[in-house]
């Protein structure tokens, strides 16, 4: 059950993440990203890391991809129009591709290729152990984080205010 | 036999056809009941052909929107225009697989929890599914290749960004005193009297009418009602929506409503508990207040004026006596009781929603953006704050 669920959510992820390329309209694109990061949350689930697949469903596709689709909608971005391609690229991106997807497969499993991932066996995904590693762990990094939110908000806004003036 | 009762599969699949039932029917009639609260409120009478009362205009709604002509506009966006409202549907059901009811119930040989799902991420996942509900307004904006529609879609997946945050902000205060995220923990944490209510006992008012006020923005209800606004947008997102595709849009609406209010039981009133405990009679209440209103309603059938509230009156008065009566067999008491309770309450916060509606006229959308992201937002954080500290002294 466990191992079909994940091939059908990794195959929907995988498909979801071509579309984002392949898509010449940026709203399918945006939506076909959707698509993945429901998909990546319910493969989260499966490994029993609840929070974060909620986490992953509530930022990145509820808040992150809903501000992308109205900055699109608001801009109202046509769909792209084909440029010709040069006879190189077409050439030369096919092997290149397939040469970066097998050099990126050999590394991950020559780093992680002794481990055996145990459907539902992580430990320490429920909001308490996460809440905790964050709060004492983690403190640095996660105080740091927010201080780079802190100064790309107001990054925003003083870029944004020069417009307005 | 008994396995085939015992199974996982089974019961949840009867779980869920029974609270689908019920949810579809719940919707119908809600639609019916604020037509006629906003009626009386207007002083007028409402629907009132189709049955006693207007009782059976829901089902007569059914049947027209059924048979009206399904129109796809030849300048939408087919795919996106097709899913929106699919999208609408769905997710604001699927919140509804986490709420609990009640507490467990034991049906014959079956002992269940009166909730199709526990999950220890109930509250966020309620908010994830939430937060996805806005792509099927989103897009039936946009796929509508309209002025309207789209001015509609951008004006609710701008509204729902803003409210979702002091949403949040106000269902954490709660979540922090009772220490957990399953919804059903929530309600057992509160137990023992309205005192223990998180509303009362946690002193958590500024967080509930913060929860309430995000609760109608969310569910784009009046006074947030811009994504439909009738003067200025014809309808809003859904103005190229037609027959069971614009049934959908309604029936999400319905939907979120009635799960924004369940959750508000949930998190602040106590759940299925009742007001205050058994021991001191609370158990009395629910079986005198439908023989209040059934002695109501046969002495108004005694005296009535219409002709048909002569039989329709005293026959409901009955059925109401009936219902008092069930209300005293000690063998339903364990399950009817809290659903009794449970559907009070969340009845109750749905009135006020219908209230509001009739009395409230609609804000200008800088009033909307100002009120929550220079009040309501701090509010909540301050709220929160403040809570949190208090959690932390007393756990000390």
């Not at chain 2, 006693?52 to 929107?65: I, N, S, T, Y």
Request: aromatic share 14%; charged share 10%.
């Amino acid at each position: 059950m466990d191992v079909i669920l994940f091939l059908v959510f990794a195959l929907i992820a995988v498909v979801a993440a071509i579309n984002v390329v392949v898509q010449t309209h940026p709203i399918s694109s945006a939506l076909s990203l959707v698509g993945v990061m429901g998909s990546l949350a319910v493969l989260y689930l499966l490994l029993g890391a609840e929070f974060i697949a909620a986490a992953q469903v509530i930022v990145y596709a509820g808040a992150v991809m809903v501000l992308f689709v109205f900055v699109i909608m608001l801009l109202n971005a046509g769909a792209e129009s084909k440029k010709g391609r040069s006879y190189m690229v077409q050439l030369l991106g096919v092997p290149l591709l397939i040469a970066f997807l097998g050099l990126a497969a050999f590394f991950v499993q020559s780093m992680y290729g002794k481990e055996t991932v145990v459907f539902g066996g992580f430990q320490g995904g429920s909001p308490r152990d996460i809440g905790k590693a964050l709060f004492t762990t983690y403190l640095l990094p996660f105080e740091v984080t927010s201080l780079l939110i802190l100064i790309a908000i107001v990054g925003a806004i003083v870029l944004a205010r020069k417009e307005i003036d | 036999m008994d396995a085939l009762f015992d199974s996982f599969i089974f019961v949840t699949i009867v779980k869920a056809l029974v609270i689908f039932a019920v949810l579809m029917t719940t919707l119908a009639y809600l639609q019916w009941v604020e037509r006629k609260v906003i009626a009386h409120v207007q002083v007028r009478p409402g629907p009132y052909r189709v049955g006693p009362h207007g009782l059976l205009q829901p089902l007569a709604d059914v049947v027209k929107l059924i048979t009206k002509e399904d129109l796809v506009p030849p300048y939408v966006n087919k795919v996106f225009y097709l899913m929106a409202p699919f999208l609408a549907i769905t997710m604001a059901l699927l919140s509804i697989s986490v709420i609990p009811f009640g507490p467990a119930i034991q049906i014959g040989p079956v002992r269940t929890w009166m909730q199709m799902t526990d999950l220890n991420i109930g509250v966020l996942f309620i908010l994830a599914v939430s937060s996805m509900g806005v792509y099927g307004i989103a897009l039936a904006g946009w796929a509508s290749n309209n002025k309207y529609s789209l001015l509609g879609g951008l004006r609710s997946s701008a509204q729902m960004i803003s409210y979702e945050l002091p949403m949040s902000l106000a269902i954490a205060a709660p979540l922090l005193i009772s220490n957990t995220l399953s919804l059903r923990e929530l309600v057992e944490s509160q137990t023992g009297g309205f005192w223990h209510w998180n509303l009362v006992g946690g002193a958590q008012v500024i967080s509930f009418f913060i929860f309430i006020i995000a609760a109608f923005a969310e569910t784009n209800r009046v006074p947030f009602d811009l994504p439909e606004a009738e003067n200025e947008l014809v309808a809003g997102f859904h103005t190229e929506y037609s027959s069971m595709k614009f049934a959908a849009f309604f029936m999400a609406e319905y939907a979120n409503m009635i799960t924004v209010s369940a959750m508000a039981v949930l998190l602040f009133l106590g759940g299925w508990d009742a007001p205050w405990p058994s021991e001191y009679g609370s158990s009395f209440l629910p079986p005198l207040i439908f023989l209040f209103f059934g002695l109501v309603l046969l002495y108004h059938g005694k005296q009535a004026v219409r002709k048909w509230d002569k039989i329709t009156f005293p026959a409901f008065g009955a059925i109401f006596l009936v219902i008092a009566l069930i209300f005293l067999i000690p063998m339903v008491q364990g399950w009817l009781l809290p659903l009794f309770w449970f559907l009070a309450k969340t009845g109750a916060i749905l009135f006020v929603f219908i209230w509001i509606r009739a009395t409230l006229p609609r804000f200008r959308y800088d009033q909307l953006m100002s009120f929550t992201w220079k009040f309501l937002f701090p509010v909540a954080m301050l709220n929160l704050l403040v809570t949190a500290l208090v959690v932390a002294l007393r756990t000390k």
